[in-house]
């Protein structure tokens, strides 16, 4: 019998949960787990995703949306071998989340029970932390700690927790956690050395050229890089593959999405002799080519929060700082040089004019139509990776979040992340981008958005194939072995799991559902799936 003269280890946790602002628990549960979760109180919401893949990326969305940890949970090795691939792209997207993941009642761990999980390692290196408690009566310190963990790391910190501890009691005297808070420095002086040198490596180039990243994506951020460039009057490019904008994206001296190949990569930065990177990697590839990264004479700084990222980065400077803060210092030391408006990519015809009669729909099309209809706050959830250089080309990022993409590569991320996007911050309309082959990935997510009314309109560009794997065989000059499905009806799957869906086979029929739905996307509770049959897009470049 529990002891009823003291809290339970579950009180305690839950507990630690209040205080930390971790109310909200995403979850795919199962047996491990019922002891945490039967009669769990009122003021815990409880958020159920059909696969541990949509649960992590649901946490996922709502953590970025609100800066601070969110909290899931997972089943035992099973649910947690589903979420690592979520888990990585959590991490490299710098979501904090606290992970829960349940484990086989201690007493008879040695063992080895059905379901018991050998859970430390299997995650891999993903995790920011993983904690084990030795003992029933740690585990409220240890969840406090991977709070602090996933704050700092800005990952993943998982608990694991075996079943029976939530009942054991804790003695009262027993410390909870560290009364530690882990403050990230807010301020730089304005005699910083580093930021100095920064910006005598700028004042001393005659063409420099800005690099922003997903580690820039914040308000302030933004206001410190835009004075930084208007004072420069240098251009300002994003890193490829990033997951988030870290400059206003519609502002003059935005100078386009850089290139993930070598030999492009040179050209684009060809005649800067000075290249200031904030907030992201020097420099992230993704096909493998040779040569050097950018052309000899090229000075490379950088600033960063992530210690990893400024270490393996090849740049003469690399500096661990806020971003926000250490940009502003160097801005207000460089001197001000008149400002020219940065070359624009051009516009294929096809991304300006709608269809002629006859003619299929493209990406472009739907992309461009959207453009034309959105608030300039509206949060535009990425995961179509044929069609993603035109989705930079005509849907700028206008506002901090204003574009998110898994910075991991892996598909399954858009149609979670853009649901706890919405369900965290339900005053911004959310608009998901997403290829039919990567919405199979976390189709299941649909049910959640609808159960919990995440009014998100997701955009399926249904061309019944994974273009860009095609486009990728081409570029090898092969032939794929893979097949089309283009029978698989992405609004069927979604009535299915209870989300409305609309078809949409015509460039008129997109227009008319659009000018209907986007108006209320602010205000929207219900979610909506656009279906729509697109032709392949002909070509790639990574």
Same mark, same amino acid.
């Given at each position: 019998?529990?002891?009823?003269?003291?809290?339970?280890?579950?009180?305690?946790?839950?507990?630690?949960?209040?205080?930390?602002?971790?109310?909200?628990?995403?979850?795919?549960?199962?047996?491990?787990?019922?002891?945490?979760?039967?009669?769990?109180?009122?003021?815990?919401?409880?958020?159920?995703?059909?696969?541990?893949?949509?649960?992590?990326?649901?946490?996922?969305?709502?953590?970025?949306?609100?800066?601070?940890?969110?909290?899931?949970?997972?089943?035992?090795?099973?649910?947690?071998?589903?979420?690592?691939?979520?888990?990585?792209?959590?991490?490299?997207?710098?979501?904090?989340?606290?992970?829960?993941?349940?484990?086989?009642?201690?007493?008879?761990?040695?063992?080895?029970?059905?379901?018991?999980?050998?859970?430390?390692?299997?995650?891999?290196?993903?995790?920011?932390?993983?904690?084990?408690?030795?003992?029933?009566?740690?585990?409220?310190?240890?969840?406090?700690?991977?709070?602090?963990?996933?704050?700092?790391?800005?990952?993943?910190?998982?608990?694991?927790?075996?079943?029976? /501890?939530?009942?054991?009691?804790?003695?009262?005297?027993?410390?909870?956690?560290?009364?530690?808070?882990?403050?990230?420095?807010?301020?730089?002086?304005?005699?910083?050395?580093?930021?100095?040198?920064?910006?005598?490596?700028?004042?001393?180039?005659?063409?420099?050229?800005?690099?922003?990243?997903?580690?820039?994506? @914040?308000?302030?951020?933004?206001?410190?890089?835009?004075?930084?460039?208007?004072?420069?009057?240098?251009?300002?490019?994003?890193? @490829?593959?990033?997951?988030?904008?870290?400059?206003?994206?519609?502002?003059?001296?935005?100078?386009?999405?850089?290139?993930?190949?070598?030999?492009?990569?040179?050209?684009?930065?060809?005649?800067?002799?000075?290249?200031?990177?904030?907030?992201?990697?020097?420099?992230?590839?993704?096909?493998?080519?040779?040569?050097?990264?950018?052309?000899?004479?090229?000075?490379?700084?950088?600033?960063?929060?992530?210690?990893?990222?400024?270490?393996?980065?090849?740049?003469?400077?690399?500096?661990?700082?806020?971003?926000?803060?250490?940009?502003?210092?160097?801005?207000?030391?460089?001197?001000?040089?008149?400002?020219?408006?940065?070359?624009?990519?051009?516009?294929?015809?096809?991304?300006?004019?709608?269809?002629?009669?006859?003619?299929?729909?493209?990406?472009?099309?739907?992309?461009?139509?959207?453009?034309?209809?959105?608030?300039?706050?509206?949060?535009?959830?990425?995961?179509?990776? @044929?069609?993603?250089?035109?989705?930079?080309?005509?849907?700028?990022?206008?506002?901090?979040?204003?574009?998110?993409?898994?910075?991991?590569?892996?598909?399954?991320?858009?149609?979670?992340?853009?649901?706890?996007?919405?369900?965290?911050?339900?005053?911004?309309?959310?608009?998901?981008?997403?290829? /039919?082959? @990567?919405?199979?990935?976390?189709?299941?997510?649909? =049910?959640?958005?609808?159960?919990?009314?995440?009014?998100?309109?997701?955009?399926?560009?249904?061309?019944?194939?994974?273009?860009?794997?095609?486009?990728?065989?081409?570029?090898?000059?092969?032939?794929?072995? =893979?097949?089309?499905?283009?029978?698989?009806?992405?609004?069927?799957?979604?009535?299915?799991?209870?989300?409305?869906?609309?078809?949409?086979?015509?460039?008129?029929?997109?227009?008319?559902?659009?000018?209907?739905?986007?108006?209320?996307?602010? /205000?929207?509770?219900?979610?909506?799936?656009?279906?729509?049959?697109?032709?392949?897009?002909?070509?790639?470049?990574?």
């Amino acid at each position: 019998m529990p002891d009823q003269t003291r809290p339970t280890v579950r009180e305690q946790t839950l507990g630690a949960m209040r205080e930390l602002g971790m109310t909200t628990v995403f979850a795919n549960p199962g047996s491990t787990e019922v002891p945490f979760l039967v009669d769990l109180p009122d003021d815990i919401d409880f958020v159920l995703g059909l696969h541990e893949g949509s649960v992590v990326g649901m946490a996922t969305g709502w953590a970025l949306a609100r800066d601070r940890p969110a909290m899931v949970l997972l089943h035992t090795t099973a649910g947690l071998g589903n979420a690592v691939g979520a888990l990585a792209t959590a991490r490299v997207n710098r979501a904090p989340l606290v992970v829960l993941v349940g484990q086989q009642d201690r007493r008879h761990l040695e063992h080895e029970p059905f379901l018991a999980g050998r859970l430390e390692g299997l995650a891999g290196d993903y995790p920011v932390a993983v904690h084990r408690p030795p003992r029933a009566q740690d585990v409220p310190a240890a969840v406090v700690r991977a709070h602090h963990e996933a704050s700092h790391g800005r990952g993943p910190a998982l608990v694991i927790v075996c079943m029976d /501890d939530w009942s054991h009691p804790v003695d009262p005297g027993q410390p909870r956690a560290a009364a530690v808070r882990v403050a990230r420095p807010a301020h730089v002086a304005p005699d910083d050395g580093a930021a100095a040198e920064v910006a005598a490596l700028l004042d001393g180039a005659a063409h420099p050229a800005l690099v922003v990243g997903a580690g820039a994506d @914040s308000a302030p951020a933004w206001a410190a890089l835009t004075a930084l460039a208007e004072r420069l009057g240098a251009p300002v490019y994003q890193e @490829s593959f990033g997951a988030r904008a870290g400059f206003p994206q519609d502002h003059p001296l935005f100078a386009g999405h850089l290139p993930a190949e070598r030999s492009r990569l040179r050209e684009a930065l060809r005649g800067h002799d000075a290249v200031f990177t904030a907030g992201a990697p020097v420099f992230r590839q993704y096909i493998y080519a040779d040569g050097p990264l950018v052309v000899p004479g090229t000075r490379l700084a950088m600033v960063s929060e992530d210690p990893a990222e400024a270490h393996r980065g090849p740049a003469g400077i690399a500096v661990i700082a806020p971003v926000a803060p250490f940009t502003a210092v160097v801005a207000d030391r460089v001197r001000e040089r008149p400002v020219s408006p940065a070359p624009r990519p051009p516009t294929a015809p096809e991304e300006t004019a709608p269809p002629a009669e006859g003619e299929p729909l493209r990406a472009a099309h739907v992309l461009r139509a959207l453009a034309e209809r959105i608030a300039p706050d509206t949060v535009v959830v990425e995961e179509t990776p @044929s069609s993603r250089p035109q989705l930079h080309r005509l849907l700028p990022a206008r506002a901090p979040l204003g574009f998110l993409s898994a910075a991991m590569g892996g598909l399954g991320f858009a149609l979670p992340a853009a649901t706890g996007v919405r369900m965290a911050a339900p005053g911004r309309p959310v608009v998901a981008v997403v290829g /039919d082959g @990567s919405a199979l990935y976390q189709v299941q997510a649909l =049910w959640s958005a609808h159960r919990y009314r995440a009014g998100v309109l997701f955009v399926v560009l249904a061309n019944g194939r994974y273009a860009i794997m095609d486009r990728l065989a081409e570029h090898r000059g092969g032939k794929p072995p =893979w097949p089309a499905f283009g029978e698989v009806s992405l609004a069927a799957l979604a009535r299915g799991l209870g989300c409305p869906a609309v078809e949409v086979r015509s460039h008129g029929d997109l227009v008319r559902v659009l000018d209907e739905v986007v108006p209320g996307l602010a /205000d929207r509770d219900e979610p909506l799936v656009l279906d729509v049959a697109v032709a392949p897009d002909p070509t790639f470049a990574p």
